[in-house]
Structure formats: C-alpha cells, structure tokens
C-alpha cells in the first residue's frame, strides 16, 4: 500500500495541501541560508516573470527564465501560494492550482532545484525528500480554513519561530508572492483570523485528519 497521499488527484481550479519531508527524517534547512534560498525559489517561480538583466544574467522566453545556467519555468496566476511553513525536517504548502498539471510539474522542477543546491552545498549526493511530495486535494471551505490553522501553528508555542506566511496574514509582512485573500475573505479583520488560529479548537485536527503529515 502506499505511503498516504502519494497517489494524487489532479483538478484545475483547486486547492491542495502539499508536503514532504526529508528522507529518514533528515533536516532539510541547516541554516538560515537554506530558508532564504527556499523562499527565493519560490519568490522566483510564483512572480511575475523578471525583466532582461545582463547583470544577473537573466534571460526570458514567454513562459520560462534562465538564470545563470538554471532554466526555470515561470508557474505565476497557475500556482497560487495560499499559506505555508518550513520546518526543520519538513514543508507545508497551502496551493491553488489552475491546472490540472500546474503543481505536478512545478513541485517536480522545484524539488529537484533545492535538492540540486542542499547537495552541492554540503558536498552529498543522493534523494534529500523521503519520497515524492504529498498532495491532498482539499474538497471544503471549512476544510480550506482549518488546513491553513494547521500549517500556521506548526512551529508550535512560538509561532513566529520558522519562516511561514502567518506574519502576512497578520499584516505584519507583505509577501507579493503569498495570497492571503482566499483565507482572510472569512474573517471580518486579520484579528478574528488570529483569534481563529490561536484559540483552543480540539475539531479542527478531526477536519483534516487525512491531510496532514505521517507519524
């Protein structure tokens, strides 16, 4: 049987729960170098596409980018960053696709970019995930809302410890990057988000039990 939400189903128009953590648990961020180069990749294939820059040796086609000798494909208004959390060992990402192919095809070229990295920079070789990524498709707006209450309060008591969205939903940050009016349309302000995150909810685990990480 396979490892829970390795098989995926794949709908244009929809969100997901996707994540993964390093092989045998292994961290995957060593340093706060690792974060940055993470959330960069992410900046680099959820924005705009960059303009021309001899400097930094970019160069732009229609829908991909080369930067120095890495040729990425651009996933900007077809993968949509909802909510997310890097962890020690672990990521959690809140995404709506357009496409029924969009996460596939983004997470396949991102996994590989940051192993590439992580590998060349601690001088390893071989798989850093476990396996391939999780992805669960989320069927609900409660579902929707509890998921990002999850991802949110995994560095546990304090929840600013890793890097995450949950600054930006509290308006303390402005990712260009990060969509947060999926979420927030539900809350009356950012506060009654907060509210929603930090109060004591023993149902909401029970409302996406099959969404989370395994054991």
């Known amino acids: 049987m396979p490892a829970k939400n390795v098989l995926k189903i794949y709908r244009p128009n929809s969100y997901y729960h996707i994540y993964n953590r390093g ?16 959330l960069n990749y992410l900046k680099e294939y959820l924005s705009p596409l960059p303009e021309k820059c001899s ?6 086609n229609a829908k991909t980018y080369q930067i120095n000798d890495y040729q990425c494909r651009n996933y900007y208004n077809s993968v949509i960053l909802i909510a997310y959390c890097l962890m020690t060992n672990h990521f959690h990402l809140l ?15 991102f996994a590989t970019r940051y192993t590439s990295y992580f590998n060349k920079r601690c001088q ?3 798989t850093l995930f476990e396996g391939p990524y999780k992805a669960v498709l989320i069927d609900s707006d409660e579902q929707l809302l509890h998921l990002s209450r999850y991802i949110h309060l ?4 304090n929840l600013f410890k890793q890097p995450s969205s949950y600054p930006d939903y509290l308006q303390h940050k402005n990712t260009s ?3 947060t009016p999926d979420i927030l349309k539900y809350f009356k302000n950012p506060l009654a988000y907060k509210h929603f995150v930090e109060s004591e909810n023993q149902s909401s685990l029970s409302i996406i039990t099959n969404f989370t990480l395994d054991s």
């Open 95 to 109: 995404i709506k696709q357009t496409d029924a192919r969009n996460i596939e095809l983004f997470m396949r070229s």
């Open 55 to 60: 400097e930094r040796n970019i160069s732009v």
């Open 177 to 179: 990057w990060v969509h």
């Open 124 to 126: 390893r070789s071989g």
């Open 154 to 157: 995994n560095p546990g008591r």
């Open 23 to 38: 092989v045998d648990k292994r961290t995957i961020y060593q340093n706060q170098q690792d974060y940055a180069v993470f």
